[in-house]
């Protein structure tokens, strides 16, 4: 299943003999900007832009959508920058980047590699929050993003669509609609310092890893930028039986000018995944919560079950200077991802005993999207009496095309897709395929069936108040959707054409440079839900666009920041879902609606310290309260959102006994989280702790620059269950303990 070392050895020379040559035959060619600080009205270096918190691990600075780059203490929104360093300590490159965003508190990780599935402050997600350079819609619920190419992390919480502008907005299922945050994704650029790094990893069960990282700067004053990235990685996971195999190609090449800056990302990225389906569905009437199998366990065949991608990404920033006191911006951006895969079909359905349901099925899949993405627009400054303005007025367009085809394994016994698993299958003792479905996969044969296109137009404004101590943000957006559905008659009956406002109002008060006080109140409007039969439920309006979502957050908080090592931030927020619920009508017929509500109520809390001579820290908590309103007839009304817990936490201890040397123990626990059945009681879901540890060290090897760094995640081995709330009872199950060794060499 795996390439030989001899094979893959001769595949790294080959990749950076064409590298190398491809450096030095690089274009000349125009980069990406850093945004701009619209407090001062300068173009930023997008080479020092930030500087990192008390300990290290946060920067000072986040983007926020149209504020561009914005003090962490002044932003009147929960924001948390993740640093540079802090990604490529806690990050495993071949993998997604849960491991380095469940350090922000009010996020709440997956660990399926198949589903990117998350929550922030308890409403669920996916990789679609993700941004890449500030261009939105390059990924889905099964597709994450390229970690060995990213930089630093800004995660913006809350839902703010008016500082963002439009974005695709399909996630599947109960996701659709307005995402709860953004995660800026910050590709990695030329430094001051020209470098080619060559790095090894070895993780998992015989995964090898080879990246190739080349930084150079060229022109008279080294203005232009070009950084490449290459990885091969290809193995086993700590999953048993699990593999995968990944093959990377990426550029980053940046200009910057007096008046202009321009950065230009994009690359060619292949993958494949075997073995890992993590997903479940607890059915029946259970009366307790199984416990979690054996977190090691492969639920699939890895030589049969696959998951296949590949694809292309660009993005394209510009800024220029038009005056002293006004700036022109774009952002653009497309991409195209072509997925093959045959898995089961949803989830595996368990009962309370561990045992498997019988109905679950396998099935081929087939999913081709293409994005593109245009913004463009002004910022500026200008004074009105004492009150200074920072504007900014865009305009965007985000169209997303999307064919899909999947189709259910057929047994031949039984003309139907049913006998998946061998009679008596258990989580806990394994699970057995039937023979027959080893000649289910199609999906080399499926071909493209149009199911949805979407275009999204919105206008944006900003302006953001400074009057002393005193700064007030007002922001609208007005979007325009049209959403075509798939292309039969029933489909295309169903097409909407939607237009909303959303607006956004933050206020708040400095007394010092160190302390803010601050109040907001933000909206995020997106697509509704295509209303699509699940399992047993035939919906009358199947095919249907429910109309758009609403999504609200109300905040109020503190920043202060001590002293030289000591950052806390504390925030209360409310926040409103509409959800969907089933409704019969007179006649009994099922009707899935846009009646329902979740609000998500809590606290977050962050630090970020410095203490003693060589010891930092990080870490917070949230306390949530998360609650169903407006069910129908009132059935679920005050009952926890499923998967919902009070409590959740991460804290992270780290000792420096000098600058090379580094030693990093995080510890993140998850509380109870809520059941909920159909006579409104609630199961227990058990809390869990979570111990990773992670050390690097610098060194030299006859004068050549060496990091090498170590990492283990779950140390203790824990099997658990992570439920992500607003899932409809279902589960993932944590991954085992697996560790990362890498070398890194410097040339």
């Not at 709440?108 to 939105?136: E, H, L, M, W």
């Not at 409103?576 to 009707?591: E, F, H, R």
Request: proline share 4%; glycine share 10%; aromatic share 10%.
């Amino acid at each position: 299943m795996y390439q030989n070392v001899e094979e893959k050895n001769l595949l790294l020379s080959s990749i950076m003999c064409s590298l190398i040559l491809g450096v030095s035959a690089a274009p000349v060619s125009a980069e990406t900007i850093e945004t701009f600080n619209l407090d001062e009205m300068v173009v930023e270096s997008s080479r020092n832009h930030k500087t990192p918190l008390p300990g290290g691990f946060n920067n000072d600075s986040s983007r926020v959508g149209l504020l561009g780059e914005t003090p962490v203490i002044k932003a009147p929104f929960t924001v948390q920058s993740i640093t540079e360093d802090t990604v490529s300590k806690m990050a495993m490159p071949n993998q997604d980047l849960d491991t380095v965003l469940s350090n922000v508190p009010a996020i709440r990780t997956g660990t399926s590699p198949i589903k990117t599935d998350f929550s922030i402050r308890g409403v669920c997600t996916n990789a679609a929050s993700y941004y890449v350079n500030n261009i939105p819609g390059f990924f889905i619920m099964a597709t994450g993003p390229i970690t060995h190419t990213v930089g630093s992390i800004d995660a913006l919480i809350g839902p703010a669509s008016t500082i963002n502008g439009s974005t695709p907005s399909y996630q599947a299922g109960p996701l659709t609609g307005a995402t709860p945050g953004v995660i800026y994704l910050n590709t990695k650029r030329a430094g001051e310092n020209d470098f080619i790094k060559y790095t090894q990893t070895f993780a998992g069960y015989g995964d090898y890893g080879e990246y190739l990282d080349i930084s150079q700067r060229f022109g008279k004053d080294r203005n232009i930028g070009v950084r490449i990235y290459g990885q091969y990685d290809d193995g086993g996971m700590a999953i048993s039986g699990a593999g995968q195999r990944k093959k990377n190609i990426f550029a980053n090449v940046s200009y910057e000018g007096e008046t202009t800056k321009t950065n230009i990302f994009g690359g060619y990225y292949d993958q494949k995944l075997m073995g890992t389906e993590r997903r479940f569905l607890l059915t029946g009437d259970p009366t307790k919560i199984p416990d979690a199998p054996d977190a090691s366990k492969s639920f699939d065949d890895p030589s049969l079950m696959h998951q296949d991608t590949n694809g292309y990404m660009l993005t394209f920033n510009h800024q220029k200077k038009l005056g002293e006191h006004v700036n022109w911006f774009v952002n653009a951006g497309a991409n195209q991802s072509v997925m093959r895969r045959y898995i089961y079909d949803g989830e595996i359905d368990i009962l309370d005993d561990g045992s498997i349901a019988s109905d679950t099925a396998v099935w081929s899949d087939f999913i081709h999207i293409r994005n593109q993405y245009l913004q463009t627009g002004l910022k500026g400054d200008f004074m009105t009496g004492m009150a200074k303005h920072n504007y900014a007025v865009s305009v965007d367009r985000s169209h997303r095309k999307m064919y899909k085809k999947g189709v259910d394994a057929i047994n031949p016994a039984t003309g139907k897709p049913s006998g998946t698993f061998k009679p008596g299958s258990s989580i806990y003792d394994g699970i057995i395929l039937n023979p027959w479905v080893y000649q289910g996969d199609i999906s080399s044969t499926l071909t493209k069936n149009l199911q949805h296109e979407e275009t999204d137009v919105s206008l944006n404004f900003m302006d953001k108040i400074e009057v002393g101590k005193l700064t007030l943000l007002a922001a609208a957006s007005r979007r325009h959707g049209d959403y075509v559905r798939g292309t039969t008659a029933k489909q295309q009956k169903n097409n909407v054409k939607d237009n909303n406002w959303a607006t956004t109002f933050g206020l708040s008060y400095a007394p010092t440079e160190d302390l803010s006080i601050y109040a907001a109140k933000a909206a995020s409007r997106n697509r509704g839900t295509a209303v699509v039969a699940a399992g047993k439920k035939n919906y009358e309006n199947d095919g249907e666009i429910l109309p758009s979502v609403r999504n609200t957050n109300a905040e109020i908080g503190i920043k202060y920041k001590a002293n030289d090592n000591l950052m806390m931030t504390l925030a209360y927020f409310d926040m409103k879902q509409p959800q969907t619920i089933d409704v019969k009508d007179a006649n009994g017929k099922l009707w899935l609606t846009n009646n329902g509500l979740n609000r998500y109520k809590g606290i977050d809390f962050s630090l970020n310290a410095s203490f003693a001579d060589k010891w930092n820290a990080f870490g917070g908590f949230e306390w949530l309260d998360a609650r169903q309103e407006k069910t129908a007839d009132g059935k679920y009304d005050g009952c926890h959102v499923f998967g919902s817990g009070e409590w959740s936490s991460v804290w992270g201890l780290e000792y420096k006994p000098d600058e090379d040397t580094s030693f990093t123990g995080r510890l993140s626990y998850v509380g109870v989280g809520k059941y909920v059945k159909e006579n409104r009681q609630e199961l227990d879901i058990p809390s869990h702790f979570t111990l990773d540890l992670f050390a690097s060290h610098k060194t030299k090897l006859n004068g050549m620059p060496v990091k090498l760094t170590a990492a283990c995640y779950n140390v203790a081995n824990d099997s658990h269950w992570i439920a992500q709330a607003g899932q409809n009872n279902k589960f993932m199950l944590n991954n085992p303990r697996s560790f990362m060794l890498s070398a890194e060499f410097e040339f």
